[in-house]
């Protein structure tokens, strides 16, 4: 991959110069232009013998400027370096994947399942309700959409630093947060005082933290102590160095937490299924193929195997997953 990226860039690059050599020989033929217009609208021209005589100084000036001499070594370069790039793309990518191809009866409802599911994780609730309508699915999918929906509803609120939703959500479910080892509560619960602050109310952000953080001292001293300290800047957070406790990165990663948690909650993973699948097959099908190519005239044997026949490295995102999934295999072996 790196060798398609390193070609592309010089690509890129030979594109950019040519573009700029181009424009630079425009702007010079224009400029000229424009003058000789000047020239002929201020009545320099008294005469037809001025007017041929401007014309052909233009002409000279315009020969001068040689823009297709100037233009024609950077274009070559351009099309020398667009020439090279689809044949290593050839060589790199084997168009040729239905080799890999084995006659597996999938259970369509399942995948139209998967698909469906997908599409909600993303948020395309319309998008999923149409495909599983023309799929000719049953609101199986219904119990999870509405799920989905809610998660979405608290994210977006989240995004707007509405906290409420949020937070509302986690103290439902904190005898099964806790269990899973997770701080989202906390986390929310000092966003949520951090804002506080960050209007300049100390004294409502001290009551909050009676209230809603003194719980958690205990576990998370450290964190406790750090919230305390920034009482001291009420009204100026963005002077203080805990400013980088309300930035975007910040709550981006509360944002990421809760939805991990959410689908753990679920019984889904965090991952989609149909996204997972895909990844992993695309790291699994190069090794594949090129047994495939050694299987020549065996196609029998391969359509009949239990387990993948060659060693698959995969991420280590992947065999985690493997782990939990053990059907991955014959996953791969299908896709």
């Known amino acids: 991959m790196e060798l398609i990226k390193d070609a592309f860039e010089r690509v890129t690059k030979k594109q950019k ?96 399942e998967i698909i469906g599911s997908h599409f909600y994780r993303q948020g395309l609730f319309e998008l999923g309700d149409c495909f599983l309508s023309e799929a000719g699915e049953p609101e199986s999918t219904a119990a999870m959409k509405s799920q989905f929906q809610e998660m979405f509803q608290i994210v977006e609120a989240m995004k707007c630093q509405n906290l409420e939703p949020a937070l509302k959500w986690a103290i439902a479910n904190s005898d099964k947060l806790k269990p899973n080892g997770s701080d989202l509560l906390l986390q929310l619960h000092s966003r949520q005082f951090m804002g506080i602050l960050q209007k300049g109310d100390k004294y409502g952000a001290i009551a909050y933290a009676k209230t809603c953080l003194a719980p958690f001292a205990s576990d998370h001293m450290a964190e406790f102590q750090k919230l305390m300290v920034s009482i001291l800047w009420a009204g100026k957070l963005d002077m203080s160095p805990y ?40 790291q699994g099908l190069p090794p594949l193929l090129k047994f495939m190519n050694v299987m020549v005239g065996k196609k029998n044997e391969w359509q009949t195997m239990k387990q993948l026949p060659v ?25």
């Open 17 to 112: 110069l040519s573009c700029s050599k181009n424009q630079e020989v425009l702007d010079l033929i224009d400029q000229e232009i424009k003058q000789t217009l000047q020239k002929i609208q201020s009545n320099e021209c008294a005469s037809e013998v001025d007017f041929k005589s401007t014309i052909a100084e233009l002409k000279n000036k315009l020969k001068d400027i040689a823009p297709l001499s100037q233009t024609e070594s950077t274009q070559k370069e351009l099309n020398l370096a667009l020439s090279k790039y689809p044949k290593l793309l050839e060589k790199s990518f084997n168009p040729d994947i239905a080799k890999a191809y084995r006659n597996i009866e999938f259970d369509a409802h399942t995948v139209n």
């Open 243 to 282: 400013f980088h406790l309300l930035s975007k990165a910040n709550w981006e990663k509360v944002i990421g937490e809760l939805t991990r948690q959410f689908c753990n909650i679920l019984g889904q993973s965090y991952e989609s299924p149909l996204s997972m699948t895909i990844a992993a097959g695309v």
């Open 311 to 335: 060693p698959v490295e995969l991420d280590l995102y992947y065999k985690d997953v493997k782990e939990r999934h053990k059907n991955l295999q014959m996953s791969l072996l299908s896709f």
